[in-house]
Antibody, heavy 115, light 107 residues
């Protein structure tokens, strides 16, 4: 059974850097074709893809957020990490990680940006 | 980014009804289209991929069609558990982009 779970802070201050970890089980990040991505969803709005990383370390970023995002993976821990710099209140959202086949998604973590 | 436009933004229906939701892409995406269902407090759940292929475990009352720029999701014989928000998402190019969502309410 494939599962993903997000972890990290639920409250960050403006201008701080957010670091989120996605712990994956039921599949290996080193398997050919496998990818894991990050998606966020502000309250009451549609989801938005942020970044995606593949087994071969190929990385994709949303053009509008590329300058603020870094996605990496730790194959030994089967984890994917997303960092987002210069956080702002408009970045308040539920952040999800998901398999590159769009199924499944993690349960999500609500991150609030506030001083 | 490819823009996805869904209609209607909300719809009210009764148990047993059939509902159709449409999704239009700002450029051709072949059949690279997925549909998700989201219930309050939960992550979106994949229903259909490649425009019409049902994800494993999804009831056959859900069906998808279309290619190019115009797509539809049809839910026949609505069940109480189907009342939720539905999103289309293009998978043709990164970043995958979602429609604004269609909220399906009980009439």
């Amino acid at each position: 059974q494939i599962t993903l779970k997000e972890s990290g802070p639920t409250l960050v201050k403006p201008k701080q850097t957010l670091t989120l970890t996605c712990t994956c089980s039921g599949f290996s990040l080193s398997t050919s074709g496998v990818g894991v991505g990050w998606i966020r969803q502000p309250p009451g709005k549609a989801p938005e893809w942020l970044a995606l990383i593949f087994w071969d370390d190929d990385k994709r970023y949303s053009p509008s957020l590329k300058s603020r995002l870094t996605i990496t993976k730790d194959t030994s821990k089967n984890q994917v990490v997303l960092t987002m710099t210069n956080m702002d209140p408009v970045d308040t959202a539920t952040y999800y990680c998901a398999h590159s086949n769009y199924y499944p998604w993690g349960q999500g973590i609500l991150v609030t940006v506030s001083s | 980014d490819i823009q996805m436009t869904q209609s209607p933004s909300s719809v009210s229906a009764s148990v047993g009804d059939t509902v159709t939701i449409t999704c239009r892409a700002s450029q051709g995406i072949s059949n690279w289209l997925a549909w998700f269902q989201q219930k309050p407090g939960e992550a979106p759940n994949l229903l259909i991929y490649a425009a019409y292929t049902l994800q494993s475990g999804v009831p056959s009352r859900f069906s998808g069609s279309g290619s190019g720029t115009d797509f539809t999701l049809t839910i026949s014989s609505l069940q109480p558990e189907d009342f939720a928000t539905y999103y289309c998402q293009q998978a043709n190019s990164f970043p995958p982009t979602f429609g604004q969502g269609t909220r399906l309410d009980i009439k």
